[in-house]
Antibody, heavy 122, light 106 residues
Framework: EVQLVESGGGLVQPGGSLRLSCAAS????????MSWVRQAPGKGLEWVVN????????YFVDSVKGRFTISRDNAKNSLYLQMDSLRAEDTAVYYC???????????????WGQGTMVTVSS | DIQMTQSPSTLSASVGDRVTITCRAS??????LAWYQQKPGKAPKLLIY???SLESGVPSRFSGSGSGTEFTLTISSLQPDDFATYYC?????????FGQGTKVEI
């Protein structure tokens, strides 16, 4: 079964750090671009970051540039999101998602994890 | 940055209705557009990719059309399971902006 499972969410104080993980199974992880998407409570979806199959390209939404870092370990079939200098507005459910493949391009987000909640509050 | 605008924000409909949701991009995105369905407390589910391609396993009552800056999602005959929130998304290698969502309610 193709699956993504996030972990690492929790309560953190403003200015603090948190590292999210996403464990992939059921597919060849190293062949796919991956992304993180978040959703603040009661709000819509917000794309956060994309990472290329080999980790050589990374693209972030402006609001997290310089604070969030994305990485992947293809040997461990795992994706990570390091979140530093956290703010109240980063409070959200964070989803990891697989980018489908079309020719050599990353396509739509076809597989999603169940999400992990991050709460930034004092 | 590319902005995505969906309309309407909320849509009231009945079982059996034909429903259309519109999404507009602030600049041309060719056909790099997807539609997702999300139910409360659940992850989004891909319905349509590349503007008009139906994801495997998605009922054929869902269809997408458009290119450039104007796109539509159509549900030909609304079913009870279709009451949910729908999002459009433009995507490429370096971004993935979502529309604000359309809640389809009874």
């Amino acid at each position: 079964e193709v699956q993504l499972v996030e972990s690492g969410g929790g309560l953190v104080q403003p200015g603090g750090s948190l590292r999210l993980s996403c464990a992939a199974s059921g597919f060849t992880f190293s062949r796919y671009w991956m992304s993180w998407v978040r959703q603040a409570p009661g709000k819509g979806l917000e794309w956060v970051v994309n990472i290329k199959e080999d980790g050589s390209e990374k693209y972030f939404v402006d609001s997290v540039k310089g604070r969030f870092t994305i990485s992947r370990d293809n040997a461990k079939n795992s994706l990570y999101l390091q979140m530093d200098s956290l703010r109240a507005e980063d409070t959200a459910v964070y989803y990891c998602a697989r980018r489908a493949r079309w020719l050599q391009f990353p396509d739509a987000f076809d597989i999603w994890g169940q999400g992990t909640m991050v709460t930034v509050s004092s | 940055d590319i902005q995505m605008t969906q309309s309407p924000s909320t849509l009231s409909a009945s079982v059996g209705d034909r429903v259309t949701i519109t999404c507009r991009a602030s600049q041309s995105i060719s056909d790099w557009l997807a539609w997702y369905q999300q139910k409360p407390g659940k992850a989004p589910k891909l319905l349509i990719y590349r503007a008009s391609s139906l994801e495997s396993g998605v009922p054929s009552r869902f269809s997408g059309s458009g290119s450039g800056t104007e796109f539509t999602l159509t549900i030909s005959s609304l079913q009870p399971d279709d009451f949910a929130t729908y999002y459009c998304q433009q995507y490429n290698s370096y971004s993935g902006t979502f529309g604000q969502g359309t809640k389809v309610e009874i």
